[in-house]
């Protein structure tokens, strides 16, 4: 359980050569060179075009609309480097979009126009009172909420969680006083409820809920455990896919897409560590593969790199199983603040079979580490404080064990 190894310094230091997991993955800089000089005589033709102006304005207007928001990118110069990709991330995760730092057609005119609404209606009602209350992201999450059809109160009034969370599961008492009062019933066709939920779906469906409920549950008041915890996986999951693609633009010569093809073989050779991790006991699993780690021979630092980029891979393309082994990868490797995203993942089912007691003792070890100093994903006092309340029971026996059964009471 001792960390093998704490990453040193710029991160860009670790993936030296293009290489982002050592032995792993394949260098792809002599393969690019020739697509790295086409790529930059098609950006001359189209400076010398002329069209790079209006460009730049469109730039400029983007930079504007986020930094209004709450994305802060810096001054406004039309030019989308490292800080203005690094918003338009957290613009896409605030809103439950894939993200890669590029907007395209359909984001950049909701983020263009929920800005000219933003200037037009902030002071009439109810989006002063939203204004007011939850600043200018509680505006865009709002007109975000309305595109998707959900309509605004004339009186912004909180919605508790486990309203929403009761009505996925009706009792039958309350379906025969239905049907007693209508003289009919609901149809039910009896489809098979196979696919599992993805974790991009879950999270949008939790970013939603939250926004109703006036944002995140905080310390000391934690009503729903249950909740309290999705919305604390969806932080991470935003956390990691931003801390990702900060890495990934400091790859030289590698698209998005080799990254994640070499991501898909990290998850392959992580294969055999992530058989029966959701019945081994945490510190069994962080041995075997801090060994498996260590006798590849590969910088320390440079994996947990690749770790960091390929957990962000995995909760971009919606791959449970890649994230789940580039968790565990990082907390083997000493970053054991990840073991808050093992947790989540077993307790959710995302990537490996539910196992509720083993995602205990995974966020009981996340949270040690935290406290200790070692926090990762933005693991700040107050997350913190939120992931030990909804984790623990009054009586400080851990609820995670016990959540299965917490949904279908009240």
């Keep these: ?88 991330s957290h613009f896409q995760a605030d809103m439950g979009y894939p993200i890669d730092g590029y907007l395209d057609d359909h984001e950049r005119g909701f983020l263009l126009a929920s800005h000219q609404r933003a200037l037009a209606s902030a002071h009439v009602a109810p989006y002063n009172q939203i204004l007011a209350s939850q600043g200018q992201g509680g505006l865009l999450r709002t007109y975000r909420n309305e595109q998707l059809g959900i309509q605004t109160p004339q009186a912004v009034q909180p919605v508790q969680p486990q309203t929403h969370m009761a009505a996925t599961a009706p009792q039958t008492s309350q379906v025969v006083t239905a049907r007693a009062a209508t003289g009919a019933a609901l149809p039910n066709f009896g489809f098979a409820q196979t696919t599992p939920v993805s974790i991009n779906a879950h999270c949008n469906e939790v970013n939603l809920l939250t926004t109703s ?4 549950s905080r310390p000391g008041q934690v009503r729903e455990p249950v909740f309290a915890l999705n919305e604390q996986f969806c932080q991470a999951r935003s956390q990691a896919m931003t801390e990702a693609s900060q890495i990934e633009v400091t790859i030289p010569n590698m698209t998005a897409v080799q990254v994640e093809q070499q991501c898909d073989g990290l998850a392959q050779a992580m294969a055999p560590q992530m058989v029966g991790i959701d019945t081994k006991a945490p510190s069994e699993v962080v041995a075997a593969t801090s060994a498996f780690l260590q006798a590849s021979g590969q910088p320390m630092a440079s994996l947990i790199s ?19 082994a580039s968790a565990t990868l990082l907390a083997s490797a000493g970053q054991l603040g990840y073991g808050e995203v093992v947790s989540h993942q077993l307790r959710q089912g ?40 909804a984790s623990t029971s009054a009586a ?3 609820a995670i064990p016990v959540f299965s059964a917490s949904t279908s009471g009240n």
């Design 213 to 216: 409920n006036g944002g995140p």
């Design 306 to 324: 690749g770790g960091k980029i390929c957990l962000g891979v995995g909760y971009r393309t919606d791959n449970a199983e890649m994230a789940l």
């Design 350 to 389: 995302f990537g490996a079979p539910v196992g509720m007691a083993r995602a205990g003792e995974w966020m009981r070890l996340a949270l040690n580490a935290a406290q200790s100093g070692s926090g990762v994903l933005g693991q700040t006092p107050e997350r913190v404080a939120v992931l030990t309340e």
């Design 1 to 88: 359980m001792v960390p093998a190894q704490r990453a040193m310094a710029d991160e860009a230091a670790a993936l030296i050569g293009g290489a982002l997991l050592g032995g792993l993955i394949v260098n792809e800089v002599h393969k690019n060179k020739q697509r790295q000089r086409q790529a930059q005589t098609q950006r001359r033709t189209y400076q010398s075009t002329g069209v790079s102006s209006a460009q730049r304005q469109q730039n400029r207007e983007v930079q504007t609309a986020l930094n209004y928001f709450g994305y802060n990118v810096g001054s406004v110069d039309g030019s989308l480097g490292r800080r203005s990709r690094a918003g338009i």
């Design 396 to 398: 400080g026996t851990p």
